[in-house]
């Protein structure tokens, strides 16, 4: 292929997240605000499976890595009480600004997710999300680790944590074994975003190169392109990292709309992992 993707290892992994989520985030916030077109429809699922766990409406949910808000803010209004977090400040302003035009009362923080402690000190939660496979996977296994810990000490007693819509390792290794790169095209809101991707055996790393253009009198003008190297996990490795970090598997789904149980780690793209303090 000629646009020259290269693999990155897990030493430059922490320079991707500034890249994208700091300093080039006006062009990154394209893609979260393109994800708000199916947000609500999203939102609802994830309430779908808070109640089959017992989180009623108005509990505290924690949302680590919430973005530009599409799913904390349907949830606020879905009758939860939300806090979101993210390390962009320019997601949180536009998540703040969103809240404010949909009148819905939802608590916005910049915050690393590594400094959960200190962002959220002396704060607990009844439920905390990770949806879209955001933040676990950014950094290193050990980095996870102390996330998933930091975790643990913001819960409630009889809380859970919940990893929803996360990829999959193992479906990736099936994918990749016909593709080189796969490539994907997705249509923003006044534009197109291209996705070029590689899967890294040797590290189990996920690496994108994303290019934005603009539709403009019927042509396409480059905006730019971003790059991601996010690690991921198999089904095994992620609830083995959470139970190190105190947190005790209660149940593994395939599908949040049909709350099939994952049971075929090949054949399905994401999984959903819902845990309780150990």
């Not at 609500?40 to 309430?47: D, G, P």
């Not at 002396?122 to 950014?138: E, K, N, P, Q």
């Not at 994303?210 to 996010?230: M, P």
């Amino acid at each position: 292929m000629g646009f020259g993707l290269v693999l990155i290892g897990v030493e430059g992994c922490t320079g991707w997240v500034h890249e994208f989520f700091i300093k080039n985030s006006k062009l990154s916030l394209k893609l979260m605000s393109a994800k708000w077109r199916t947000a609500f429809e999203e939102a609802k699922l994830v309430s779908k499976i808070l109640d089959v766990h017992g989180v009623s409406k108005g509990s505290s949910i924690l949302e680590v890595g919430c973005g530009n808000g599409r799913i904390a803010i349907n949830l606020a209004k879905l009758g939860y009480r939300v806090t979101g977090i993210d390390i962009s400040p320019t997601y949180i302003e536009d998540a703040k600004r969103r809240s404010r035009e949909l009148r819905v009362n939802v608590e916005f923080l910049v915050c690393d997710a590594r400094e959960l402690d200190k962002c959220l000190r002396g704060r607990a939660f009844d439920t905390i999300i990770f949806y879209w496979t955001s933040v676990l996977g950014y950094y290193d296994e050990d980095t996870d680790l102390k996330i998933l810990t930091k975790c643990r000490r913001l819960i409630n007693d009889n809380g859970k944590l919940m990893i929803l819509n996360h990829v999959n390792r193992d479906y990736l290794v099936t994918l990749f074994s016909t593709h080189r790169v796969l490539v994907s095209v997705m249509k923003l809101d006044e534009g197109l975003l291209i996705e070029y991707s590689k899967l890294d055996l040797t590290n189990s790393r996920y690496v994108s190169k994303w290019r934005f253009y603009e539709e403009k009198d019927n042509n396409l003008i480059f905006l730019g392109e971003l790059e991601s190297s996010q690690r991921v996990y198999s089904i095994h490795e992620l609830i083995n990292l959470a139970k190190k970090s105190g947190w005790e598997l209660v149940k593994a789904y395939a599908d949040l709309k049909t709350l099939e149980e994952f049971n075929k780690p090949i054949c399905y793209r994401a999984f959903n992992l819902v845990f309780k303090p150990i």
